[in-house]
């Protein structure tokens, strides 16, 4: 069945840098896109970035543009959120979707 596992969260202060993780498994990865997702307190669930299939064409919110970057390793069947210039309302549970599964989440905190 398909599984998605993201893990790389943590606590970091304003300014910082973390890499997220999606490691898929159970179905062609390199045929599927992929998405990011986060849930913040308080807040409902946004898009924050989505990459394609094989042509890996990529999309963002507008509040994580120019900082955050999705890739993906089809040869690792996993996806990438390089997050930079972090803030604290990018604190959230960080998710990976695709074609309607997620996966469990992992926190980031951007603290001092």
């Known amino acids: 069945q398909v599984q998605l596992v993201e893990s790389g969260g943590g606590l970091v202060q304003p300014g910082g840098s973390l890499k997220l993780s999606c490691a898929a498994s159970?179905?062609?990865?390199?045929?599927?896109?992929i998405s990011w997702h986060r849930r913040a307190p308080g807040k409902e669930r946004e898009l924050v970035a989505s990459?394609?299939?094989?042509?890996?064409?990529?999309n963002y919110a507008d509040s994580v543009k120019g900082r955050f970057t999705i890739s993906r390793d089809n040869a690792k069947n996993t996806v990438y959120l390089q997050m930079n210039s972090l803030k604290p309302e990018d604190t959230a549970v960080y998710y990976c979707?695709?074609?309607?599964?997620w996966g469990q989440g992992t926190q980031v905190t951007v603290s001092s």
């Open positions: 990459i394609g299939n094989i042509g890996g064409r990529t």
């Open positions: 159970g179905f062609t990865f390199s045929y599927w896109a």
């Open positions: 979707n695709t074609h309607g599964f």
